[in-house]
């Protein structure tokens, strides 16, 4: 893969010409799935020497090179490993920093699957977990015990919506010869760069914003120089790759990341606007809003806003939840957020919270907000915020 080298290039054409090389592909324009596991040697002394780029499949091709050094790029991190899934992202992550003895603090606003895996796995393993306000920063101090090796934080967290004081909490963790590991799944690259902030590793759900059509998984691990080892040790003893056909949709869906993530931006700014007008909203749950409560530290180191946000209504019974949810005619439920369509989840917050309860009165709900006419969006929720009144 020929390192796209271009001083001070944009983002736009980092995501545009890096990680490919039309002269190494017969000159065609992208880098094709390259399906692969068995890799050929010439000579004994070339097998002997090991010296070669690819020796087998499983630490990776020119397919996944690509993603992993646009990504790279964009993140300002040393490198970069694609892995099948954004939970396992968060898991070698977390495995890369522990060992038996060990304690990890979860931020209370972290990815539920993550946290099933630090209680249910790294438990298992001698790992303690435990899980701090979403809110703390510099007082995460008093939460350090002398094994405590990571600190997990998603900024903000994709259910609730805090945004994390990143700088403050890598200099505790630092003190603490802890490592920081932050989900950076919302915002994307383009506008926050925790590596930049403080963060050793950055994590994402590839799956979402870089796939960004909702038809295939991946996860990205980005890291510091010295984090490096740990993770890409981790990865290879666990045997996690990430196919060809999988790497080439990340990278498809990277080419438009920019475009998309500022059509998702501003869509969803309006959106959340208007929805602080309407009668029956409580709250509206996004960072870039004034009224949130995070809003001076998202300002502070974002650079813009994503796709996805939440809304609190006013309080009423389950039938006025289903009323809303079940005759919306765009809108969908789905979990799998990033995609063109637009999502809207009835949101329960019980047992994954645990360091700071949910104490919001009124039903909560998650929208990811997609590409179909912004008018017709509004008229959806306007007939379904009607209907959830009537239902009360
Ligand atoms: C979806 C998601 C993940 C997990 O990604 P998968 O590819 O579904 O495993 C991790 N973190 C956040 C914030 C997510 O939204």
Redesign the pocket.
Known sequence: MSDFSLPNASVETLLTHAGRDPDSQFGFVNTPVYRGSTVLFKTLDDIEAQAQKYLYGRAGNPTTDGVETVVTALEGAYRTKLVP????A?TVAMLACVKAGDDILISDSA?E??RKFADGFLAQMGVSARYYDPRTGADLAALMLPNTRAVLA?SPG?LTFEVQDIPAIAQVAHAHNARLIV?N??ASPLYHKPLQLGADIVVH????MFVGHSDA???TISTTESAWADVERVRSLLGFFTSGDDAYLVSRGLKTLSLRMAAHQQRALDIARWLEAQSEVAEVLHPALPSHPDHVIWKRDFTGSGSLFGFVLKPAPRASVAAFVDHMQIFSMG???GGYESLCLPVVIKKNRTAVPWTKAGNLFRVHIGFEGIEDLKADLAAGLERYAKAR
């Open positions: 899934s954004g939970l396992a968060i990815y699957p993550g998603e994709s989900d799944s919302w759900a590839g799956t979402k998984f991946a996860g979990y799998s957020w």
